[in-house]
């Protein structure tokens, strides 16, 4: 293959890795929930778990987790906004509205990081870029908004609720890349953020109670879920290093068509006619936004 081809073809496929890996932790926390797993212990005991596996992983490298102020507060910050919000939301909605209407929660952080570093300066978005983003948009919501119109009004709420996630994962995005500490590597910081944010809900899991419900974790689907946003969570902060936070959060695209098939799959959730046209809609849209299509911004 040329190494210029080669060169476009890998964002596309760290992509498509990095949006499957985090589309599969949803029917995975909707499996731990029919096991009777309680919200909290879960999103607890996964995480934490997750963080000792980049912990480890980092500390084999040569890569410690560093512990300078710089780094500290970038663990804190991204480990808010990307893992634990984003987690606990999910635990409590997944159980509520399945795993594959949860998908929602992923269509739209790539317009909100869009919009988050176009108004903070970050990036200048082309066109071209634009119209990719709205093509994925256009392509989550041609599965999504048919499904919703069978809600009713307690779904409705959770619905409403689930639509934190996108907002949290966008702030998590642009921060990762905002206040990245000099020096710094992505295992390392991945494995620090990981760990804030299993230190965030494991507050909150003392607070509600749930540290007492721990056992109701199924071990192995824990490791499983640990295993899989570790991964993930790495291949963020490589994906981001190359392509940018805008390319980076159309993960959540990917993630939509994966945590839909698996509903469908796994739980035998209907999936639409429409979801073939929202595939297409979604790859010509991760094409249009291949990374160099929008300008950093001078400061």
Same mark, same amino acid.
């Given at each position: 293959?040329?190494?210029?081809l080669?060169?476009r073809?890998?964002p596309? =496929? ?27 212990? +879960?999103? &607890?005991? %996964?995480?934490?778990?997750? =963080? ?24 804190g910050?991204v ?11 999910? /635990? ?11 998908? !929602? ?20 978005? %082309? ?6 983003? /709205? ?14 119109? %069978? ?5 409705s709420? +959770? ?20 206040? +990245? ?14 760990? /804030?944010g299993?230190?965030?809900l ?24 640990a =295993? ?12 981001? =290093?190359?392509?940018?936070?805008v ?5 959540g ?10 509903? *469908?799959?796994? &739980?035998?959730?209907? !999936? ?7 595939? *297409?809609?979604?790859? *010509? ?15």
């Amino acid at each position: 293959m040329p190494s210029s081809l080669l060169h476009r073809a890998a964002p596309i =496929a760290a992509l498509a890795a990095t949006g499957a890996l985090v589309g599969a932790a949803v029917p995975i926390t909707r499996l731990a929930s029919l096991a009777g797993a309680q919200t909290l212990s +879960w999103a &607890f005991a %996964s995480t934490g778990t997750a =963080a000792v596996l980049l912990a480890g992983a980092a500390m084999l490298r040569g890569n410690p987790v560093r512990t300078d102020r710089d780094h500290l507060a970038y663990y804190g910050a991204v480990g808010l906004f990307s893992i634990a919000l984003p987690q606990l939301l999910l /635990a409590l909605v997944v159980p509520m509205i399945g795993a594959g209407l949860a998908g !929602i929660g992923y269509t739209l952080p790539p317009i909100l990081t869009l919009a988050i570093t176009a108004l903070i300066g970050m990036v200048r978005p %082309s066109p071209r870029c634009i119209l990719g983003f /709205a093509f994925g948009l256009g392509g989550a919501l041609l599965v999504l908004l048919p499904r919703g119109h %069978s809600a009713d009004g307690v779904q409705s709420e +959770w619905m409403a609720l689930a639509m934190a996630v996108p907002l949290s994962v966008a702030v998590g995005n642009v921060l990762r890349a905002r206040i +990245w500490p000099a020096g710094s590597v992505p295992l390392a910081n991945a494995a620090g953020a990981m760990g /804030a944010g299993a230190a965030l809900l494991g507050l909150a899991a003392a607070a509600g109670g749930g540290l007492a419900d721990l056992a109701t974790v199924p071990v192995g689907l824990a490791v499983a879920h640990a =295993a899989v946003s570790a991964v993930a969570f790495v291949l963020f902060f490589v994906l981001q =290093a190359v392509a940018g936070p805008v390319y980076t959060s159309q993960v959540g695209y990917v993630a939509t068509v994966v945590s839909l098939a698996a509903g *469908a799959l796994v &739980f035998g959730e209907a !999936i639409p006619i429409s979801a073939y046209a929202a595939a *297409a809609l979604i790859a *010509a849209g991760v094409v249009l936004v291949l990374p160099g299509r929008e300008s950093r911004a001078r400061p």
